[in-house]
């Protein structure tokens, strides 16, 4: 394992555009965070984002993980291109001859995809807990810790996210069109959703929870709700205004067994791909 994934590291390592990407990826998390923190001045009022209770514990798990989830597409671009490269500048088919084997060489992109995977959640995890330690309102040990359960949902939506895109990227075998066809299936999800509402207004069934809950990329969005309305003012607000904002905000069971199926889909697709076409 070790081996594969030394590899790949000796891969990026002279992957220029694949370092650029990762530097602006990680530098757009410290930048929001860094922005945020920020105090301004309005006609005289000071405001600052970070006051707002968005990083107090443990809150901030929840936010910063459905935020910096928006900037996945950014390790998406280097997944799709390292497994491009491979067939634009033949390096897949100089690996096998060298002696690896189809497996192996998959084994190698999903150690990557991991890696990726896990890198990001372990900088979201500090990044998080910096943020947190200097701006939360509450700092006792049992709640700072609390609420961890975003971070596992933050690095599987990611890792599935990553096997999809590497899915693509073996089926087509061109970057551009591998971004291309996961912007296409995501206007498809899209379209989907719009057909299954006008599905509901006009007969009363409802095909999202049967169906479209069911579909990759929405699979991984329902992992993180969206935290905004879990704020304490939004909430206020909403009740001074008569409405009941009663949502679930745990990570859904269901949501991680379909996208960790989905995940398994996604490898042995690449590795069907692989095996079958000719190189």
């Known amino acids: 394992m070790l081996r594969l994934l030394t590899i790949e590291l000796h891969k990026l390592k002279y992957n220029k555009s694949a370092k650029i990407i990762s530097i602006v990826y990680f530098s757009l998390i410290c930048f929001t965070a860094f922005i945020v923190s920020i105090e301004f001045n309005f006609g005289g009022v000071n405001f600052r984002v970070a006051d707002q209770g968005i990083f107090n514990f443990p809150y901030v798990w929840h936010f910063n993980s459905w935020m910096t989830a928006w900037l996945k597409i950014f390790f998406a671009i280097v997944i799709v291109s390292i497994v491009a490269n491979e067939y634009s500048n033949r390096t897949l088919k100089q690996n096998l001859i060298d002696g690896l084997s189809k497996r192996e060489f998959l084994t190698s992109k999903v150690l990557t995809v991991l890696l990726f995977s896990f890198v990001s959640t372990i900088f979201l995890f500090i990044i998080s807990l910096t943020l947190g330690l200097i701006f939360s309102d509450y700092n006792e040990f049992s709640i700072i810790f609390s609420d961890l359960e975003y971070l596992f949902a933050y690095f599987l939506k990611l890792f599935s996210f990553f096997s999809f895109c590497m ?29 299954f509402q006008y599905i509901k207004v006009k007969t009363g069934t409802d095909l999202f929870e049967s169906v479209y809950n069911f579909l990759p990329l929405n699979a991984m969005s329902d992992l993180i709700e969206e935290p905004f309305t879990r704020l304490g003012a939004v909430q ?44």
């Open 167 to 195: 899915f693509l990227a073996f089926l087509v075998k061109k970057s551009a069109f591998a971004l291309g066809f996961l912007g296409l299936w995501q206007v498809i999800e899209g379209l989907i959703a719009i057909l």
């Open 236 to 279: 206020s607000v909403a009740t001074q205004l008569g409405e009941d904002i009663n949502s679930n905000y745990e990570v859904p069971i269901l949501s991680i067994f379909i996208v960790m199926a989905w995940s398994a889909i996604f490898i042995y697709g690449s590795y069907r791909i692989l095996k079958k076409r000719d190189l």
